[in-house]
Nanobody, 115 residues
Framework: QVQLVESGGGLVQPGGSLRLSCVAS????????MAWYRQVPGKQRDLVAT???????NYVDSVKGRFTISRDNAKKTVYLQMNSLKSEDTALYSC?????????WGQGTQVTVSS
């Protein structure tokens, strides 16, 4: 079982930046596509960005050009650099390996964009 721990969230003004981190425990991290998701209360969890084990990335349209996903396999960590934040980016952000077996959801990290 791979445990995931997210960090880096907080309160930021519109237009600001945050860098989220997700650290994995256990083996096999480097073999999997990793993804960041976000969820607001009362709504489903939405996919935000993915990165393959070879570094190919993909983003939901609403964050293209503002968010950057990256990974460091040696540190078993995936990052989400978020720039030009908007109020609609406010959510609980979590990471996981889409389609993989044995990855547990972490607590997530709250991002609040507000003036």
């Amino acid at each position: 079982q791979v445990q995931l721990v997210e960090s880096g969230g907080g309160l930021v003004q519109p237009g600001g930046s945050l860098r989220l981190s997700c650290v994995a425990s256990g083996s096999g991290f480097g073999a999997y596509t990793m993804a960041w998701y976000r969820q607001v209360p009362g709504k489903q969890r939405d996919l935000v960005a993915t990165i393959t084990n070879t570094g190919r990335t993909n983003y939901v349209d609403s964050v293209k050009g503002r968010f950057t996903i990256s990974r460091d396999n040696a540190k078993k960590t995936v990052y989400l650099q978020m720039n030009s934040l908007k109020s609609e980016d406010t959510a609980l952000y979590s990471c996981n390996a889409p389609g993989a077996v044995g990855f547990s959801w972490g607590q997530g990290t709250q991002v609040t964009v507000s003036s």
